[in-house]
């Protein structure tokens, strides 16, 4: 299996600040990366695909980027509702996510 | 609208058998791999396996290999997953996702279902 390690765990910020999460890859995945947010007792919803590609209606505040291995989400200026936990998930083969990290709002 | 939508939450004892359904409508059933993706309490996501609707081709994870079937009904447009012995380490919450490309498995989830929680007590 491909495993995804992502960091921080959990991180806290203000609201406007500019917060970024990393994931990587234990092996080269190309660009097949996404990003996916999950608010408590909901299902996840998909905000990146492709590493940089933002899904349709996903304010454009959430960017991603990477290739390869290495792969970043930014969030450019935090809003309430943003609160969140935030996974990465690699779909080259058997698909795999991250163990999440959990975004706080100070 | 595209949407799945799965079968309600269940409660079941150890060693006994279950089948969770998930309902799919507003795309073509057959073109899209469907998968199923476990979430243990307070833990994070974990891809089970996944199936081609057109001709029920299925690739399970290493880690659910032979732990778990998945099916699907053509007719009614219903994806499964099922268990035949329980143990209490399959409570969870388990989700119903479609794969974004027709026909494509290097593709992320676009749809997820609301989810079905499964416990499993003595």
């Known amino acids: 299996d491909i495993q995804m390690t992502q960091s921080p765990s959990t991180l806290s910020a203000s609201v406007g600040d500019g917060v970024t999460i990393t994931c990587r890859a234990s092996?080269?995945?190309?660009?097949?990366l996404a990003w996916y947010q999950q608010k408590p007792g909901k299902a996840p919803k998909l905000l990146i695909y492709?590493?940089?590609s933002l899904e349709s209606g996903v304010p454009s505040r959430f960017s991603g980027s990477g290739s390869g291995t290495e792969f970043t989400l930014t969030i450019s200026s935090l809003q309430p509702d943003d609160s969140a936990t935030y996974y990465c998930?690699?779909?080259?083969?058997?698909?795999?996510f991250g163990q999440g990290t959990n975004v706080e709002i100070k | 609208e595209v949407q799945v939508v799965q079968s309600g939450a269940e409660v079941k004892k150890p060693g006994e058998s279950l089948k969770i359904s998930c309902k799919a409508s507003?795309?073509?059933?057959?073109?899209?791999?469907i998968g199923w993706v476990r979430q243990m309490p307070g833990k994070g996501l974990e891809c089970m396996g996944v199936?081609?609707?057109?001709?029920?081709?299925?690739r399970y994870s290493p880690s659910f290999q032979g732990q778990v079937t998945l099916s699907v009904d053509k007719s009614i447009s219903t994806a499964y997953l099922q268990w035949s012995s329980l143990k209490a380490s399959d409570t969870a919450i388990y989700y119903c996702?479609?794969?974004?490309?027709?026909?494509?498995?290097?593709?992320?989830?676009?749809?997820w279902g609301q989810g079905t929680l499964v416990t499993v007590s003595s």
């Open positions: 199936i081609y609707p057109g001709d029920s081709d299925t």
């Open positions: 998930q690699q779909y080259n083969g058997y698909s795999t």
């Open positions: 492709q590493a940089s």
């Open positions: 507003g795309y073509s059933f057959t073109t899209y791999w």
């Open positions: 996702v479609r794969h974004s490309e027709a026909g494509g498995l290097t593709s992320p989830f676009d749809i």
């Open positions: 092996q080269s995945i190309g660009r097949w």
